[in-house]
Each structure stands twice: as structure tokens, then as C-alpha cells.
């Protein structure tokens, strides 16, 4: 059985003694409705999701629209940290640049034939770790690829670490033919780096040394790029949180409270007098 509402069995007490029923009760109840808690709960939680998805959007926002003046520390720590993310990221850039062009022009024009190819960050840091590159083929007079066996170069340390894979455990050769050396050789071809990629640092030693000292601080600039863009998102999150504690907030400040209903009996002698009043709350404006 549905349950009535309150507000119909207050008007059923209240208009008992006129003589008037439930029917008339609910017809007065429906043409004089009373604020429904359930509707102004709704409203609030209407317009307190506006200022979260402003600051959520533009940090600041939110609590701008709110009247706080918390919009200032929000939008300040915005303007601040997406400058730091541009700022830093552009100047990683910027040094990613200058360490390739000094390995292009130290380390490998001398080398490599051609034009310029730049390689991906593996290939840049290789050039950090090993003075040279070694050769991809020391026998171009013979068909196939023969690898680099001077494993203090890059090529090599390739070449040895495929032999320590594939080849059988104290075996330090094997016929071309054999299946291990194939694979070995599959490996070593797959990872060693070719003719347009080889380097030496040997006739400018210190330039290496700059070389790396770039490497750092481009690595640098790019992870405080990445902390700034953290920052950035953190600031979108706490701008909307706190918009949605300062929006949840007012809201139920300014919620009515629940319908009160007094009502009392007056003894006179051997008659009754029942008296009964309604507290209606209407939300705020």
C-alpha cells in the first residue's frame, strides 16, 4: 500500500473537526502544494555540479562563480605551471637539437656517407655509452654480414651478447651454416646499427663529454615538463573538488528543513479542544 504523505494526513487532522474528509484534504494538498524536499535536493545538486565542471574545465572558475576568492590561488597556480610546462618542454627540445647536431657534426659526418638521418633516442644513447659504433659489416668482400667482434664498441657488445645467447655454452665460433649462428646472426642484424648510423668520438674526446652533459639536461627539462603537466592536472582536480565542497556546502545551508507538525488538546470541563498547527519551510531565494 502507497504510503500518503505527511502533508495529507496534517490536512486530514486539521480539517476533521470542519468536517471535511481525505478527498477534501487531497484536493486542498494538490492546489496548494507543499515545497517537495526531494525536488529542492535535486535543484541543489543541479547547481552545484555547474561551478565543479567550470573548474574542472578552467580551474578558478568554479569559485569564481561562487564568490570566493580562492578563484585567484587556482588560476595563478594554473598560468604558473602551464608556463613551466612550455617553458621546459621547448627547451628539452631545444637541447635534444643541440646534442643531435653535435654528434652529426663531430661524431659521424666523417663516417657515415650521404645525407643525415637521425636516429630515435636508443641510437642517441648509445652514442652517450660507447666511443665508437664499430662496423655493421668488417667484410664487405664477402656476401652476407660479417659482425663487428671488437666488443668495446657498440656493434660488438651486439655481437657478443648474441654469441652468449645463441651459441653453445664455451663455443666461441661456429660455421656460418650452423643454426645457431644464424640465429645469432638474426639477432645481431635486428639490433647492431647500420652504415648511415655509424660514429666515433676518438678524434675529439671532450666533445663527447658535452655531448652527454646535453643528453642530461634535455632529459632534465623534459621531466619537469612532465612534472609541471602533473601539477597542471592536479590543479584541475583540486579546483573542482574544492568547488564542489564550497557548492555542497551553501546548498544544504540553504535547504529548508522538514515539515513540523504541532498539535495539542485543550480540556474545558467536559469539553475537548484539539488545536493543531503546520510549520511550512519554503526554500531560500
Known sequence: ???RPY??????????????????AQRLHTELPLPDSAVVLSSARNESLRPVLLSAIVPGAGQYTLGTSRWILNAALEA??????????????DLEADYRDLAWEVARRGIVGG????????????????????????????????????PSTYNGSIWALAR??????GVDSLP????????????????AFGPEFLWSWADDPSARLRYVRLIEESDGARR???????LVLANHLASAVDAFVTARLRAVRSM???????????MRGYEATWNAVIHIPWPER
Open 1 to 3: 500500500m502507497p504510503r
Open 7 to 24: 502533508a495529507v494526513w496534517a490536512f486530514c487532522a486539521l480539517l476533521s473537526p470542519l468536517g471535511l474528509g481525505e478527498a477534501d
Open 80 to 93: 604558473t605551471a602551464l608556463y613551466w610546462y612550455f617553458e621546459r618542454r621547448a627547451a628539452g627540445r
Open 115 to 150: 645525407e643525415r638521418r637521425d636516429g630515435d633516442f636508443r641510437y642517441y644513447e648509445a652514442l652517450a655509452h660507447y666511443e665508437r659504433s664499430g662496423a655493421f659489416d668488417v667484410d664487405h668482400s664477402r656476401d652476407g654480414v660479417q659482425p663487428e667482434t671488437d
Open 164 to 169: 652468449a645467447m645463441f651459441f653453445p655454452a
Open 176 to 191: 656460418e651454416d650452423a643454426p645457431e649462428y644464424r640465429s645469432a646472426l638474426e639477432y645481431y642484424v635486428e639490433r
Open 224 to 230: 619537469s615538463a612532465t612534472l609541471a603537466l602533473g
Open 256 to 266: 529548508p528543513s522538514s515539515l513540523e507538525f504541532e498539535s495539542g488538546v485543550r
